[in-house]
């Protein structure tokens, strides 16, 4: 939105002037000016027809003068102008704690520093050391302002943000003056990695609320307070935007913060042709406010359907929403069964037992207990005489239980070795109710290997679902690479599944990948691979990476009742013996 955008620039030349050397008011003017429009509750475009923009605190005649400008032609040229000498690289820098525009200026002139590779080659090799006024502490603070700001620009991902940003939410909620709190940006649509988490709240008294927010145990640093938005910094470096809303505009806000940027861009511009004006304070046709305290009334409005935060990318969501074909999202309680899990007869910590009773928590009405194949050596893959050892173990809590749900299925994880073959005979994973089959060793195959190879193990008869396709795990291995058209076209020739694997680090299938291979016919399975009881309830993560993909329950094996369910189990298998 404008306000920031505009905020943004006068920061921006603030530091840019400081890193000049300019007269140290100027430089002070433009941040207050920056601070003052981040507060600011009215739109600039607005108060620029009214001519108050002489009444916003810090704007006199000339930055009155640079916001008209802006607004008229989208760029203030002086500004284009004084920055045009300094390198973009350190401008970025000039936000690392410990780190002022006057000591990157001496180090530019010093050592030609320009961005932050730059800088740390000179701390790396000691450069810094000779300078003066560089002391131990100084390069200390320095280097510690760099990792937090690291930290801070990673993205991090949805399995770490979320349950940090929950935990938060109850310490908000358990502030006196907050009458209801909120997730919103990318973590309310569930994208797999979080840039930084935006909270919302409703408070009786602003100030004191988003004041007693910073004091919060896991508040590690603040960035910024005002009466209406707070920055901070919490564990981890993650940081935290919360803004506190009027009650008549939550609805509003809630749909403006959680965005996407591109959804948000769309729907404005469906808003203006119906002559409405849309912003995170409501809806209005002209200075009429419609409406704006419910989220679902602002979509009413602006004639679209609401859809589920998750759809909302400006991929085709609102076309399909005034087209009435919105996608009928798979949820949580749809799911009946977990089809991948290990237990301490591999990699898993948990026992059979365990694991058993930690999926009839969940209320599954079906399990299946997928250990590794034997090549997977360091994940303890079992061999013949631990595998007949599991089924008995299996047939004994199965007896114990008796009728009590779930149903507990013998399954397997097997290996896809490089050439392709299985990890077992056929005569053993033909003993297994289901059949997983994973990559795990040789990712770096060409493409048309891989292809080939996975292409191989969707043939044999007794596969059912193929597990992480990618392999990918977020921040240490890319994903493998193959031709993922083919794949689906002969998964769903097939009747293999296709896994989105629900572990944080993984989330394999992508959204898009999944979408894809929905619209082209394949049915998918959401698993958690889990490795403990706890490990059960990642599921959600699987459920929402699945939900971006436009998935509907009809398309996800293991929310099947189990008559479809196995019935689908058992037919690739009358496949084979058909083509016997
Ligand atoms: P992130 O934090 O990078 O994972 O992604 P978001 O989507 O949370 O983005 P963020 O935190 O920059 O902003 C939160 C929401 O605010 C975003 O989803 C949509 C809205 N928003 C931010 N900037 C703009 C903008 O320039 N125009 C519009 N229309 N909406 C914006
Ligand atoms: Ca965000
Ligand atoms: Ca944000």
């Given at each position: 939105m404008i306000n920031e955008e505009i905020a943004d620039i006068f920061e921006k030349m603030s530091r840019v002037l400081a890193f000049k050397g300019a007269n140290r008011f100027r430089a002070l003017a433009y941040e207050r000016a920056a601070r003052s429009l981040r507060d600011l509750e009215e739109d600039l475009p607005e108060m620029a027809r009214e001519g108050k923009l002489e009444d916003i605190p810090g704007i006199g005649k000339d930055l009155a003068g640079k916001i008209q400008e802006y607004i008229k032609t989208k760029r203030i040229r002086q500004c284009d102008q004084e920055r045009r000498d300094v390198p973009e690289g350190l401008i970025a820098l000039m936000d690392i704690p410990g780190l002022g525009p006057k000591t990157l200026s001496l180090l530019h002139e010093k050592y030609q520093i320009r961005d932050l590779d730059d800088l740390r080659r000179a701390l790396d090799t000691g450069k810094l050391e000779k300078l003066r006024g560089f002391g131990k502490k100084k390069i200390d603070n320095i280097q510690r302002g760099i990792n937090l700001w690291l930290a801070r620009h990673q993205r991090m991902p949805l399995g770490i943000a979320l349950p940090l940003a929950e935990k938060l939410l109850d310490d908000l909620n358990g502030i006196k003056q907050v009458e209801r709190a909120d997730?919103?940006?990318?973590?309310?649509?569930?994208?797999?990695?979080?840039?930084?988490?935006?909270l919302l709240v409703i408070s009786t008294d602003s100030p004191r609320a988003l004041r007693e927010f910073t004091k919060l145990p896991s508040v590690k640093q603040v960035i910024g307070l005002g009466d209406t938005r707070a920055t901070v910094i919490i564990e981890g470096g993650i940081q935290v935007d919360v803004r506190s809303v009027a009650r008549e505009s939550y609805g509003a806000a809630l749909q403006y913060f959680t965005g996407s940027k591109q959804h948000n861009i769309h729907l404005r511009t469906l808003a203006q042709k119906k002559g409405l004006k849309l912003n995170e304070y409501g809806v209005f046709r002209g200075e009429k406010r419609l409406g704006g305290a419910r989220e679902d009334e602002v979509y009413r409005l602006v004639g679209v359907p609401v859809m589920p935060p998750e759809l909302r990318e400006d991929h085709g969501e609102i076309e399909a929403a005034m087209e009435g074909r919105l996608p009928k999202l798979v949820d949580l309680p749809d799911l009946r069964g977990d089809l991948h899990m290990h237990t301490n007869y591999s990699d898993g910590r948990a026992t059979i037992a365990e694991m058993v009773e930690g999926a009839a928590a969940l209320g599954y009405d079906y399990i299946a207990l997928t250990d590794h194949s034997p090549s997977a050596r360091i994940a303890n893959g079992l061999d013949r005489k631990r595998l007949e050892a599991k089924i008995e173990e299996l047939e004994r809590v199965r007896k114990q239980r008796g009728e009590r749900r779930p149903r507990i299925l013998l399954g397997v994880e097997v290996d896809i070795l490089a050439d392709?073959?299985?990890?077992?005979?056929?005569?053993?994973?033909?003993?297994?109710?289901?059949?997983?089959?994973?990559v795990h060793s040789s990712f770096r195959q060409s493409r048309d290997r891989m292809t080939k190879r996975l292409l191989d193990a969707i043939a044999n008869p007794y596969v059912h679902i193929l597990a992480h396709p990618l392999t990918r795990l977020m921040g240490s291995r890319d994903a493998v690479e193959f031709d993922f058209e083919r794949i689906v076209e002969a998964a769903v020739e097939a009747g293999v599944a296709?896994?989105?694997?629900?572990?944080p680090l993984r989330l394999d299938?992508?959204?898009?990948?999944?979408?894809?291979?929905?619209?082209?016919?394949?049915v998918l399975a959401i698993n958690t691979d889990a490795h403990s009881v706890a490990q059960l309830e990642l599921i959600r993560y699987g459920v929402s990476q699945a939900r971006r993909?436009?998935?509907?329950?009809?398309?996800?094996?293991?929310?099947?009742?189990w008559t479809k369910f196995s019935r689908w189990l058992g037919q690739r298998r009358k496949r084979k013996s058909k083509a016997a």
């Amino acid at each position: 939105m404008i306000n920031e955008e505009i905020a943004d620039i006068f920061e921006k030349m603030s530091r840019v002037l400081a890193f000049k050397g300019a007269n140290r008011f100027r430089a002070l003017a433009y941040e207050r000016a920056a601070r003052s429009l981040r507060d600011l509750e009215e739109d600039l475009p607005e108060m620029a027809r009214e001519g108050k923009l002489e009444d916003i605190p810090g704007i006199g005649k000339d930055l009155a003068g640079k916001i008209q400008e802006y607004i008229k032609t989208k760029r203030i040229r002086q500004c284009d102008q004084e920055r045009r000498d300094v390198p973009e690289g350190l401008i970025a820098l000039m936000d690392i704690p410990g780190l002022g525009p006057k000591t990157l200026s001496l180090l530019h002139e010093k050592y030609q520093i320009r961005d932050l590779d730059d800088l740390r080659r000179a701390l790396d090799t000691g450069k810094l050391e000779k300078l003066r006024g560089f002391g131990k502490k100084k390069i200390d603070n320095i280097q510690r302002g760099i990792n937090l700001w690291l930290a801070r620009h990673q993205r991090m991902p949805l399995g770490i943000a979320l349950p940090l940003a929950e935990k938060l939410l109850d310490d908000l909620n358990g502030i006196k003056q907050v009458e209801r709190a909120d997730i919103a940006g990318s973590l309310r649509r569930r994208r797999e990695t979080i840039g930084d988490i935006d909270l919302l709240v409703i408070s009786t008294d602003s100030p004191r609320a988003l004041r007693e927010f910073t004091k919060l145990p896991s508040v590690k640093q603040v960035i910024g307070l005002g009466d209406t938005r707070a920055t901070v910094i919490i564990e981890g470096g993650i940081q935290v935007d919360v803004r506190s809303v009027a009650r008549e505009s939550y609805g509003a806000a809630l749909q403006y913060f959680t965005g996407s940027k591109q959804h948000n861009i769309h729907l404005r511009t469906l808003a203006q042709k119906k002559g409405l004006k849309l912003n995170e304070y409501g809806v209005f046709r002209g200075e009429k406010r419609l409406g704006g305290a419910r989220e679902d009334e602002v979509y009413r409005l602006v004639g679209v359907p609401v859809m589920p935060p998750e759809l909302r990318e400006d991929h085709g969501e609102i076309e399909a929403a005034m087209e009435g074909r919105l996608p009928k999202l798979v949820d949580l309680p749809d799911l009946r069964g977990d089809l991948h899990m290990h237990t301490n007869y591999s990699d898993g910590r948990a026992t059979i037992a365990e694991m058993v009773e930690g999926a009839a928590a969940l209320g599954y009405d079906y399990i299946a207990l997928t250990d590794h194949s034997p090549s997977a050596r360091i994940a303890n893959g079992l061999d013949r005489k631990r595998l007949e050892a599991k089924i008995e173990e299996l047939e004994r809590v199965r007896k114990q239980r008796g009728e009590r749900r779930p149903r507990i299925l013998l399954g397997v994880e097997v290996d896809i070795l490089a050439d392709g073959r299985l990890d077992y005979p056929d005569e053993i994973i033909a003993r297994c109710d289901v059949v997983v089959a994973a990559v795990h060793s040789s990712f770096r195959q060409s493409r048309d290997r891989m292809t080939k190879r996975l292409l191989d193990a969707i043939a044999n008869p007794y596969v059912h679902i193929l597990a992480h396709p990618l392999t990918r795990l977020m921040g240490s291995r890319d994903a493998v690479e193959f031709d993922f058209e083919r794949i689906v076209e002969a998964a769903v020739e097939a009747g293999v599944a296709l896994e989105v694997n629900a572990q944080p680090l993984r989330l394999d299938l992508t959204d898009a990948m999944a979408r894809a291979a929905q619209e082209a016919g394949a049915v998918l399975a959401i698993n958690t691979d889990a490795h403990s009881v706890a490990q059960l309830e990642l599921i959600r993560y699987g459920v929402s990476q699945a939900r971006r993909g436009w998935i509907e329950a009809r398309s996800v094996v293991n929310s099947w009742p189990w008559t479809k369910f196995s019935r689908w189990l058992g037919q690739r298998r009358k496949r084979k013996s058909k083509a016997a």
